[in-house]
């Protein structure tokens, strides 16, 4: 429980829990969210990670911002789901995204050895799958009447990936354009 304010916080800041595309827990649920992704990590199926800012006065963390996820680990293939990721509202737009996704990409590439990394998101959620295509995955398609979503309704999934063989091209767009993002900022 130790980022638990920090996420309560996060999904405050833009009461991200009221957009009916996503599964950000309210801050009442943070606690039971934290515990049902540190279950699964317990199964060896996820692999939550808190998203912190880089402090520029230290250049050590900085405050918290949201979640991502490795999840539907497949250890013999190997392969990874990228998911359940989200940041407060203030932190669109800042670059956090694309970077966190980056030292994920990279890891479950060069060090697990993925041959594949995925990604899902809601058809309805654009801002999210703009997000993923930026990132430099495909789309592989759209699985529909996939599963329910929070409120019941029945929700299509779009399924992106990126591949083995795609993916020095995709760290080198995704580091130019955070490189690019830093001179700007400067």
Known sequence: ???????????????????????????????????????????????????????????????????????????VTPRVEIGSTWNAASAHGSGSNPDSKLLLLRHAFETLGCPAVEFRTHWLNHQSREAIARLGAKQDGVLRSHTRSADGALRDTVVFSILEHEWPMVRNALEFRLAKRAQGAE
Not at 15 to 30: F, G, H, I, K
Request: glycine letters at 10%.
């Open 1 to 75: 429980m130790e980022h638990h304010d920090g996420l309560v916080e996060a999904a405050c800041d833009g009461e991200l829990w009221r957009l009916w595309y996503t599964s950000v827990p309210a801050p009442d649920q943070m606690a039971a969210e934290i515990d049902r992704r540190l279950a699964l990590q317990d199964s060896g199926s996820m692999l939550p990670f808190t998203t912190r800012l880089i402090d520029p006065a230290t250049g050590g963390p900085g405050r918290v911002i949201g979640m991502t996820t490795y999840m539907n680990i497949d250890a």
